[in-house]
């Protein structure tokens, strides 16, 4: 009870439009929202505006708006430089990439992954009509285990997709190990991790291939746009090919191919967003340290530490809710922040092999991930980016810390209102599938 006081004195404090002194002036029980506007998790970062502006008056002027035009072939470059990698080929999406560097380095059959993922990951393969085998993670990085990897290959194997999750490097060097044992593929799904690295080295720079996203979402976007990045010659070649429905020529076509080309306007976006990056990333890295600091005794609250001797986008703010210590689930949490435009969202919920089509498949029907299915009902993500400042964090943070501190009123509260009424979906975003 001297907790409740406290944390509502501090929210008094702190925001003269929040007085949140009891559990009801909560807006999911009644009360004002803090916030006027949504914070978003993933509200898109924008760089230099005149910069974009030019770019794209100049390329109406030349009118040359797609088929690797002058933006187009800039960004590859400077991503190339940038990470430090042979060939960058960009792309119009982050799953039109993985698509084609499943089908360029040959994948088939079986091909291991994470469940615990954005569902494109498995998606890539299944539209492929190959089989996504998943792999269960390590609790403490969230990231693909090495040992369980293992133990999922059959003779039908051809690949793993490991996923550098919230930026965090999958142990390259294990699973590196075992595909070269095994005469596995390797394409690491890098959406997230864009400007991070591992032991000096870019990600971008493993495996036979790596994609990044960068979609609006991402901490550096191209409006949608994605890249394979490798430094295999013949691997990258393929790849161009197919990601212009196979052309050779102006009228010879090679391959089976696809249409998964970069615009000129989402070059224009990533060469201005390039220019900015190392804003964006500071920006996520002050917020981050702001969060950890707040969060640094919070009972039954874990945060994901990034490992701060390596290059990190610092761009999720992951939560682990131990409903057992907080008497309050991670979904009523969700909801009360989201009732306050603090519009958290749980992540990658209920686990690729709980959503369909995968779910109602045979070979999936008696699978066990415990700790994905564990983590995928704990885990949860705040808002970061140039739209939240300290302000706004301390004042999430607070709310965050009175909802914790009042876990069991809030959820009765919660209960009591959804008796009467149709819930708020958790973590409502801007679109359904929002990645
Ligand atoms: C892990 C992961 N893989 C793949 C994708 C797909 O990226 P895109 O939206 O660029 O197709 C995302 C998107 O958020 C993702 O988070």
Not at 1 to 17: D, G, K, P, T
Not at 206 to 218: I, L, Q, R
Not at 380 to 398: H, K
């Amino acid at each position: 009870m001297a907790l409740v006081a406290q944390v509502s004195v501090m929210l008094n404090w702190c925001e003269n439009q929040m007085v949140k002194n009891r559990v009801h002036d909560l807006a999911i029980l009644g009360g004002e929202p803090a916030f006027s506007e949504k914070l978003y998790v993933g509200r898109p970062n924008i760089g230099n505006r005149e910069r974009l502006l030019d770019r794209i008056n100049q390329m109406l002027d030349n009118r040359w708006l797609s088929n690797a035009g002058p933006y187009v072939q800039e960004f590859e470059q400077r991503v190339a430089d940038m990470i430090g990698v042979k060939h960058c080929i960009a792309m119009c999406n982050a799953t039109i990439a993985l698509e084609i560097a499943i089908r360029a380095t040959g994948m088939k059959g079986e091909v291991i992954v994470p469940s615990f993922t954005f569902v494109a990951t498995a998606h890539a393969l299944q539209w492929q009509e190959i089989s996504p085998v998943f792999c269960d993670i390590d609790p403490s990085t969230h990231l693909m285990d090495p040992q369980k990897i293992e133990e999922l290959i059959t003779p039908q194997t051809s690949g793993i997709i490991p996923v550098h999750l919230w930026g965090q490097p999958c142990n390259v060097e294990a699973i590196g190990e075992i595909a070269r044992r095994r005469g596995l593929k390797i394409v690491y799904d890098a959406a997230h991790a864009f400007a991070c690295s591992h032991k000096g080295e870019m990600i971008g720079t493993f495996g036979d291939a790596e994609v990044f996203s960068f979609h609006a979402t991402k901490f550096f976007n191209t409006f949608e746009g994605g890249a394979v990045l490798t430094s295999d010659d013949d691997l990258a070649n393929r790849i161009r090919l197919m990601k212009n429905f196979g052309f050779t020529g102006y009228d010879q076509v090679e391959y089976l191919g696809i249409n998964g080309k970069m615009t000129e306007p989402a070059a224009a976006m990533g060469l201005t967003s390039l220019e900015s990056i190392d804003d964006f990333v500071e920006v996520n890295r002050r917020n981050y340290k702001l969060y950890q600091e707040e969060f640094a005794e919070l009972w039954g609250v874990r945060m994901l530490n990034y490992d701060e001797s390596q290059r990190n986008n610092f761009q999720y703010i992951v939560l682990e809710i131990d409903e057992g210590a907080t008497r309050i689930s991670r979904d009523d949490l969700v909801q009360a922040l989201s009732a306050e435009n603090v519009m958290a969202r749980r992540y990658f919920y209920p686990g690729c092999h709980r959503m369909e089509p995968y779910r109602s498949m045979e070979r999936y029907r008696n699978i066990a991930l415990p700790e994905t299915e564990l983590l995928a009902s704990r885990v949860m993500s705040l808002p970061n980016g140039t739209v939240v400042g300290e302000n706004e964090i301390r004042r999430i943070c607070d709310l965050v810390r009175f909802v914790l501190a009042n876990g069991p009123e809030v959820t009765a509260g919660i209960r009591k209102r959804m008796a009467r009424a149709a819930p708020a979906v958790p973590g409502e975003a801007m679109a359904p599938g929002r990645n």
